[in-house]
């Protein structure tokens, strides 16, 4: 791997595999999600995609859509060919209210 590689204290919470473009891709607690083309054991991409850690990674039917979901409560849909990001829908998380009168 070259010098664009993860460390090892960056755990992997999801991992999952395009067949169409032929690489791994995983989620990481370190809010990143790295691309790796396993042929040539390099890693294509890396970047932050969330405020939090990348928790589940899967593919659409078209297998250039990866959506991505995170801590932080977002869920975005990224286009694998620019690495760029579709779409973000953020979910408000859950806040118990008081029901005292």
Known sequence: MDERSYT?????????WND???CLVSGHED????????????????FVAHADAVTDL???????QLTSVSHDGSIRIWDI???NCLYELTV????PQSTQS
């Open 8 to 16: 090892r204290s960056s755990q992997i919470n999801k991992i999952v």
């Open 20 to 22: 169409e473009f032929n």
């Open 31 to 46: 809010k990143f999600i790295s691309f790796y083309d396993l042929r040539s054991n390099t890693l294509i991409n890396r």
């Open 58 to 64: 899967t593919f659409g039917p078209t297998n250039h």
């Open 81 to 83: 060919r620019k690495f």
């Open 92 to 95: 408000n998380l859950f806040s």
